[in-house]
């Protein structure tokens, strides 16, 4: 009746040194970004193609998004794969790269020095990226059926490596003119790549796994995932060949219906877990994860804003920056703000007390970090979201101001955790 | 709760100390997760056989359940050689949780 596993093990765990590195670094990013954002001018709130914008994206988009997702895709692609991870090595050589050029590239925004630091910086991350890709292909599984999760997860780093190499020609464009147009004009496409090939794909693939682990719900439905990985990855493909080869803004609309489409599904699958979750109680972590699907929709209605202000009268720059901000800030930090504490105090856990299992009584994951300080955290990062859009839709700088600062107490709040977990020793309550 | 045994009164003792065996993530015991599908002891060879199920292949708690299920009967079966082995045939599914742990999950 019963056939037993050969390997007669629970499978073999990344090793924790690789893992918090990511996290450590990326919670610092966070609170670099966010004290960038408040020590810009915040008239300087009206162009997305400004040092201190772009400065403050690259550090969100790489250092603090990219980054935690690197982490917990090095723990968490084995758990998808039902495999090992490839190798350690590249992953430590992965976060050396990116760590040291993801700090080069924001400093050359920032100063606006397109040169070496510039230069230096983007080929450091694209050689992160393809360390990664490499480690995440060669962790699948051979003679395996097609894991739904996994495909999501190598989709999405192939969208992460053209990403960073359209940004490589890009930054090259500044000082060689290697394409045709300047660089500001292919903006749109490397940012999409990212933030739809990238960002949205692989929280989608990796959600539609956590999100049911993490309720203990029944629901599953392998199709919508298909469906919904269809039309991104449709969408997607739809604008980068209408960007290149067509560009009637009209247009645009059929690649935002595709995305729209995806993200209702995900949405009614997020609900289907919901509804048929067997734990009844909803922790907090997983509550601004859920809330953070729901804020998938503000960046795209955002958009379609912005594609009806380009066919009616000219860009408006400042809904741009809304949407990017709605993005970096909304729902990406959302759920890496909710997930963080799903991952990192097992990570941590299991680090301590795997030796002292069954041998007594040990903490739980979630008591190596404080409530209080997550629930305090989630409260100034909702408040400071909306008092930021706020204050640029309604151009007052106070508001703004008043925002950031929100944002910056989050961002501290969220890394006293970060440092509570990653250096907490037993015995501590 | 449908575990296979040998022995039933051992298998009993056995269960009711698994259940000190916590998932760390749901806080719910491995017994009444449902997942313990066999005990076998053989009292000639002071041996003890374990066959359990993970509610995911390579969960990354799994090692650290399947040690603390290990430690827990060594600990409480003095002499005895614990053996726990590990299957995915069946796979795991809500369906194993008992009844109690549905309860303790809808608390």
Not at chain 1, 35 to 48: E, K, N, Q, V, W
Not at chain 1, 305 to 310: D, E, N, P, R
Not at chain 1, 327 to 345: D, E, Q, S
Request: hydrophobic fraction near 50%.
């Amino acid at each position: 009746m019963f056939t037993t596993d050969h390997n007669n093990h629970a499978g073999t765990v990344t090793t924790p040194g690789v893992v918090i590195p990511f996290y450590v670094y990326a919670a610092l990013s966070f609170l670099w970004a966010v004290f960038l954002l408040c020590i810009s001018p915040a008239g300087r709130y009206d162009h997305y193609f400004s040092p201190h914008t772009l400065a403050i994206t690259h550090a969100m988009a790489l250092g603090w998004g990219t980054m935690i997702i690197l982490g917990a895709s090095h723990q968490l692609v084995p758990v998808l794969a039902e495999g090992k991870l490839y190798s350690h090595r590249l992953a430590y050589l992965t976060f050396i790269l990116a760590g040291v050029g993801i700090p080069l590239l924001v400093y050359a925004f920032y100063t606006f020095n397109m040169g070496v630091p510039a230069k230096a910086g983007a080929i450091l991350i694209n050689s992160a990226v393809l360390l990664f890709l490499v480690n995440v292909i060669c962790s699948r599984p051979a003679a395996k059926n097609e894991n739904v999760h996994v495909v999501f997860v190598i989709t999405a780093t192939c969208w992460l490596f053209m990403t960073t190499f359209a940004g490589l020609l890009l930054v090259y464009n500044f000082t060689h003119p290697l394409l045709r147009e300047n660089s500001l004009h292919y903006l749109p496409l490397h940012a999409h790549m990212g933030i739809v090939g990238w960002f949205l794909l692989l929280i989608t693939g990796v959600g539609s796994r956590l999100i049911p682990m993490f309720l203990v719900s029944k629901y599953t439905n392998i199709k919508q995932l298909w469906w919904i990985y269809a039309l991104m990855n449709g969408g997607l493909t739809g604008f980068v060949l209408l960007f290149l080869y067509v560009r009637r803004p009209v247009l645009y609309f059929l690649p935002v219906a595709c995305l729209l489409a995806a993200i209702v599904i995900f949405i009614c699958y997020c609900y289907g877990c919901y509804r048929e979750r067997i734990r009844r109680q909803v922790d907090g972590q997983v509550k601004i994860s859920l809330l953070s699907v729901l804020m998938m929709i503000i960046p795209l209605v955002l958009l379609a804003a912005a594609i009806g202000f380009l066919l009616t009268t000219t860009e408006n720059t400042a809904l741009v920056l809304i949407y990017g901000f709605s993005v970096f800030f909304g729902w990406l930090t959302a759920i890496i703000l909710g997930m963080t504490f799903k991952t990192l105090p097992f990570i941590v856990w299991n680090k301590l007390y795997h030796v002292q299992a069954g041998a007594g009584k040990t903490p739980s994951p979630k008591d190596l970090f404080s409530s209080r300080l997550f629930n305090l955290m989630a409260l100034s990062y909702l408040l400071g979201f909306l008092l930021f859009v706020a204050g640029v839709f309604a151009a007052n700088g106070g508001v703004v101001r008043a925002g950031a600062v929100l944002l910056l107490l989050c961002a501290f709040l969220y890394n006293l955790n970060i440092f509570r977990v990653t250096f907490y020793k037993p015995g501590w309550r | 709760m449908n575990v296979k045994t040998n022995h039933s009164i051992q298998c009993t003792v056995a269960l009711a100390l698994l259940q000190e065996v916590i998932d760390p993530e749901l806080g719910l015991n491995v017994v009444d997760l449902g997942l313990i599908y066999e005990l076998n002891f053989y009292e000639e060879e002071k041996k003890l056989d374990v066959l359990m199920t993970l509610s995911t292949r390579f969960c990354p708690m799994g090692q650290s359940i399947q040690d603390s299920v290990k430690t827990q009967l060594e600990n409480n079966f003095p002499g005895y050689t614990v053996n726990v082995q590990l299957t995915f045939d069946p796979p795991w599914s809500y369906e194993r949780i008992s009844m109690e742990g549905r309860n303790f999950l809808n608390a």
